[in-house]
């Protein structure tokens, strides 16, 4: 029997993807982004990879996905710790001084939105928000555009995807961190 209640016609929102964050990337540094999806179906399986560059892998590693405090009202009571989910790493490879993670999924078997049926509900009731790391790899040249990029699958009938163009800037030229 499937489970998934994610019937485009009875959606009530239109499904959306959004990335934010720098536009620029330094070698060496680890840079921050945020992911937001709209998802307005009542209850579905999603995955989300994160993703760098499909035409060469070697240029970003993708840290980690971690979900944020930030989703909108209908995902706002899940649980963040007993969630039903699965990271799963893929396409890595090791050289003699670096290691390369260029996409990372976040599976969630059961994901239920608790504004499905709430009267006047917003697209940011429907909002899920994920933050998510990158790290330019040794062979990123400075200078050169990159991006990083994400999709979602949502019950299997529902692929939203978006990516963002960064910029690999001179490390001399990173904003200094703060001393304490």
């Known amino acids: 029997a499937n489970t998934d209640k994610t019937d485009v ?21 680890v840079s921050s982004f945020n992911l937001d999806f709209t998802v307005p179906y009542l209850y579905s399986n999603f995955t989300l990879d994160v993703f760098g560059p499909l035409n060469d892998t070697e240029i970003l590693s993708v840290c980690g996905i971690y979900t944020t405090a930030s989703s909108g009202e209908g ?49 940011d009731d429907h909002r899920v928000s994920f933050a998510f790391a990158v790290k330019p790899n040794e062979s990123a040249a400075v200078g050169n555009p990159t991006y990083v990029g994400a999709s979602v699958d949502i019950g299997g009938t529902t692929v939203l995807s978006a990516y963002k163009t960064l910029q690999v800037a001179n490390a001399s030229l990173a904003p200094a961190a703060q001393n304490s």
């Open 9 to 29: 016609a009875t959606a009530k929102e239109t499904p959306s993807i959004n990335i934010t964050g720098d536009s620029e990337i330094y070698p060496g540094t």
């Open 75 to 123: 995902f706002g009571c899940m649980p963040r710790s007993s969630w039903p989910y699965e990271f799963t790493l893929s396409k890595q490879k090791a050289s003699a001084t670096n290691y390369y993670q260029s996409t990372l999924s976040f599976t969630s078997t059961l994901f239920t939105n608790k504004a499905y049926y709430k009267p006047g509900a917003t697209t």
